[in-house]
């Protein structure tokens, strides 16, 4: 296809002035909007205005540009077809060979958070959308650019052989589609908000629908393992968003480095002062919290030391050089999360490896940051579910006779922080502000205690033990007395409550309920 005529109408004039230069370079006549027609003139490049050679002003103070039958008409007329060039030619118009269109930019207004709906409106583009559509539909006749990116090999091809290419075009048309549905998306997202309540059906905090944009931002070195590749797609949401992870040092990463990264985030918001997480596999093998960074990593990592080999580490501080004397003094860690690094700190922690990946988040610990719905696929769908709610210490129960002491309530509700965000069945063993035995991932309660024993050893004596489900049996108190915890924090609602809680008044050991469950799957 050799163009003859352009219509541009664009929000986002990024490029505009090459692409105008390289269309005329071709002989393309190129016509525009008023706002589009003046940066072209503006730059030197000659073009039409709509509004004066095809006698189409702008109507209701700007809403309608490009609505109109004229150039609607002129972007899907077909040459091939008997009769249509001169409909056309009846009615005024003109036919285009190429569009170049981009949208009113809605999603960065909304963004901004200062833009209600009565304002969001006015970023609603309409006529854009349609000639967007229609010159995607009639790809066959029409190359239509959508996005600034295209352009400069658009330019190319077109200096290069003085035609668009069928491939070309409807390649072109592809994304021009693709572009409609996410901006459509984008407005559809923001304006959910206001939808009416029982729209929502019967709980009204899981909508009827939910729209997933979803855009590749970064290429991974493999996925969960290596014979398995793996990518970073982005919701588009710039707030508490991995997109905003930078790398500082060492290899690349991979699927696995991320969701560590994701476990941290989640479990260093819960935390005010300075703290410190190690995980492994997705779960936090030591935890802890201090007056310092250093005291805070500390405790982490003396939790579980055997586990901490390879783990990846995060702190809601930014690193100052005495815990960076502890990390280098920690065995290997493959990566090192943090809000910043001062360049003293780098050049310590690289030192140490150049493999050791340093990553930058600069929301990490920020306890605003959850996302509004978790999502997990499975088979033809999504399970979604809303955020977990905080503990609050006025849903807790004491049910033993033995009342817990303050610095056993302390350190019952630090590995009840804890404990949602280990895989279940899930048990944690703390003491004060840091962990010493955690148990994950088992397929009965009892061996998750056994492990959490086993790694706290003689640490456990007078810890507190967290469980993120009830205790079915008194076994499973029976193995915390074997450990020498002196109290226990759990869900309670087994229909064996009452022999547990015999069981604690037999064995000294103070029991609190929090009347909620947070099983991790």
Request: charged fraction near 25%; glycine fraction near 10%; hydrophobic fraction near 40%.
């Given at each position: 296809?050799?163009?003859?005529?352009?219509?541009?109408?664009?929000?986002?004039?990024?490029?505009?002035?090459?692409?105008?230069?390289?269309?005329?370079?071709?002989?393309?006549?190129?016509?525009?909007?008023?706002?589009?027609?003046?940066?072209?003139?503006?730059?030197?490049?000659?073009?039409?205005?709509?509004?004066?050679?095809?006698?189409?002003?702008?109507?209701?103070?700007?809403?309608?540009?490009?609505?109109?039958?004229?150039?609607?008409?002129?972007?899907?007329?077909?040459?091939?077809?008997?009769?249509?060039?001169?409909?056309?030619?009846?009615?005024?118009?003109?036919?285009?060979?190429?569009?170049?269109?981009?949208?009113?930019?809605?999603?960065?207004?909304?963004?901004?958070?200062?833009?209600?709906?009565?304002?969001?409106?006015?970023?609603?583009?309409?006529?854009?959308?349609?000639?967007?559509?229609?010159?995607?539909?009639?790809w066959e006749h029409v190359a239509v650019l959508s996005r600034p990116s295209?352009?400069?090999?658009?330019?190319?091809?077109?200096?290069?052989?003085?035609?668009?290419?069928?491939?070309?075009?409807?390649?072109?048309?592809?994304?021009?589609?693709?572009?409609?549905?996410?901006?459509?998306?984008?407005?559809?997202?923001?304006?959910?908000?206001?939808?009416?309540?029982?729209?929502?059906?019967?709980?009204?905090?899981?909508?009827?629908?939910?729209?997933?944009?979803?855009?590749?931002?970064?290429?991974?070195?493999?996925?969960?393992?290596?014979?398995?590749?793996?990518?970073?797609?982005?919701?588009?949401?710039?707030?508490?968003?991995?997109?905003?992870?930078?790398?500082?040092?060492?290899?690349?990463?991979?699927?696995?480095?991320?969701?560590?990264?994701?476990?941290?985030?989640?479990?260093?918001?819960?935390?005010s002062e300075p703290a410190s997480c190690v995980i492994k596999h997705g779960?936090?093998?030591?935890?802890?919290?201090?007056?310092?960074?250093?005291?805070?990593?500390?405790?982490?990592?003396?939790?579980?030391?055997?586990?901490?080999?390879?783990?990846?580490?995060?702190?809601?501080?930014?690193?100052?050089?005495?815990?960076?004397?502890?990390?280098?003094?920690?065995?290997?860690?493959?990566?090192?999360?943090?809000?910043?690094?001062?360049?003293?700190?780098?050049?310590?922690?690289?030192?140490?490896?150049?493999?050791?990946?340093?990553?930058?988040?600069?929301?990490?610990?920020?306890?605003?940051?959850?996302?509004?719905?978790?999502?997990?696929?499975?088979?033809?769908?999504?399970?979604?579910?809303?955020?977990?709610?905080?503990?609050?210490?006025?849903?807790?129960?004491?049910?033993?006779?033995?009342?817990?002491?303050?610095?056993?309530?302390?350190?019952?509700?630090?590995?009840?922080?804890?404990?949602?965000?280990?895989?279940?069945?899930?048990?944690?063993?703390?003491?004060?502000?840091?962990?010493?035995?955690?148990?994950?991932?088992?397929?009965?309660?009892?061996?998750?205690?056994?492990?959490?024993?086993?790694?706290?050893?003689?640490?456990?004596?007078?810890?507190?033990?967290?469980?993120?489900?009830?205790?079915?049996?008194?076994?499973?108190?029976?193995?915390?007395?074997?450990?020498?915890?002196?109290?226990?924090?759990?869900?309670?609602?087994?229909?064996?409550?009452?022999?547990?809680?015999?069981?604690?008044?037999?064995?000294?050991?103070?029991?609190?309920?929090?009347?909620?469950?947070?099983?991790?799957?």
């Amino acid at each position: 296809m050799k163009p003859r005529r352009a219509l541009l109408s664009v929000s986002n004039r990024e490029g505009l002035d090459e692409l105008g230069r390289g269309l005329s370079r071709s002989g393309v006549e190129v016509f525009a909007t008023r706002g589009t027609a003046g940066f072209l003139k503006k730059a030197g490049i000659s073009c039409f205005t709509l509004e004066e050679e095809l006698e189409l002003p702008e109507l209701l103070h700007g809403r309608i540009k490009t609505l109109r039958e004229k150039l609607l008409a002129g972007v899907l007329v077909r040459d091939n077809v008997s009769g249509e060039e001169e409909e056309l030619s009846g009615i005024g118009g003109i036919s285009f060979q190429i569009v170049v269109c981009n949208f009113y930019p809605f999603s960065d207004q909304v963004k901004k958070g200062e833009t209600g709906p009565e304002d969001a409106v006015e970023m609603v583009d309409i006529g854009g959308v349609a000639l967007v559509r229609a010159a995607a539909k009639n790809w066959e006749h029409v190359a239509v650019l959508s996005r600034p990116s295209l352009y400069g090999s658009f330019i190319s091809e077109l200096d290069r052989t003085g035609e668009i290419s069928r491939a070309t075009r409807l390649g072109l048309a592809s994304i021009a589609f693709r572009d409609v549905k996410e901006y459509d998306n984008d407005i559809s997202s923001y304006f959910s908000q206001f939808a009416m309540a029982g729209e929502a059906g019967e709980n009204d905090s899981l909508p009827q629908e939910l729209l997933l944009r979803l855009k590749k931002e970064k290429e991974l070195r493999y996925g969960e393992n290596p014979d398995r590749d793996g990518a970073f797609y982005s919701t588009g949401r710039e707030e508490f968003s991995l997109s905003s992870l930078t790398q500082v040092s060492g290899e690349g990463l991979s699927y696995t480095n991320l969701l560590d990264v994701t476990s941290l985030s989640r479990i260093l918001r819960v935390f005010s002062e300075p703290a410190s997480c190690v995980i492994k596999h997705g779960n936090p093998c030591g935890v802890g919290e201090g007056r310092n960074l250093s005291e805070a990593f500390s405790l982490a990592i003396q939790s579980d030391p055997v586990s901490s080999f390879g783990s990846v580490i995060g702190f809601n501080r930014e690193i100052d050089e005495d815990a960076a004397n502890l990390i280098n003094a920690a065995g290997f860690i493959e990566a090192i999360v943090a809000p910043s690094f001062s360049e003293t700190v780098v050049g310590a922690l690289s030192k140490k490896s150049k493999r050791r990946r340093l990553l930058l988040l600069p929301w990490l610990g920020d306890p605003g940051y959850y996302e509004e719905f978790e999502f997990k696929q499975c088979p033809g769908g999504m399970l979604v579910q809303t955020k977990p709610k905080l503990l609050g210490t006025e849903t807790l129960q004491v049910v033993t006779e033995r009342k817990p002491s303050k610095e056993e309530m302390d350190s019952l509700l630090f590995a009840w922080k804890i404990v949602e965000y280990v895989q279940s069945n899930a048990v944690v063993i703390a003491k004060g502000k840091g962990t010493v035995g955690i148990g994950a991932g088992q397929m009965n309660r009892l061996y998750s205690i056994s492990i959490a024993l086993r790694t706290a050893g003689e640490r456990a004596e007078g810890a507190a033990i967290a469980s993120d489900g009830f205790f079915p049996m008194v076994d499973n108190v029976e193995e915390c007395a074997r450990g020498k915890v002196s109290s226990i924090i759990q869900p309670g609602g087994s229909i064996r409550d009452r022999e547990v809680i015999d069981s604690c008044n037999r064995l000294g050991i103070s029991m609190v309920f929090t009347g909620r469950r947070c099983f991790k799957h």
